[in-house]
């Protein structure tokens, strides 16, 4: 599972960041977190407003700022089990 977070540097983006990397943490997944800032990369997802959450190229939520629990839900539906 590969996880970005889109925005350009806002705070709400970078809140974002940090509660995006807590929910993998508390569900136990040891995952990075990439961020993507620069305009021509972030308008190739196609996400129609910041901040902007990325689970494997798919846009999975675009233009508010969840709470860790509601993350945990989004990143735990999406985390397919290795092996």
Avoid: N
């Avoid at 508390?26 to 129609?48: C, F, M, N, T």
């Avoid at 910041?50 to 989004?74: A, H, N, Q, T």
Wanted: net charge negative; hydrophobic share 45%.
């Amino acid at each position: 599972m590969q996880v970005t977070v889109l925005g350009s540097g806002c705070a709400s983006c970078c809140v974002l960041e940090a509660r995006t990397v807590e929910a993998l943490r508390q569900l136990g997944l040891d995952q990075p977190v990439h961020k993507i800032a620069e305009e021509a990369s972030i308008a190739r997802y196609g996400a129609p407003a910041m901040p902007s959450l990325i689970v494997d190229d798919r846009v999975v939520f675009s233009g508010y700022l969840p709470d860790i629990p509601e993350l945990k839900w989004i990143l735990s539906q999406l985390a397919v089990p290795s092996g």
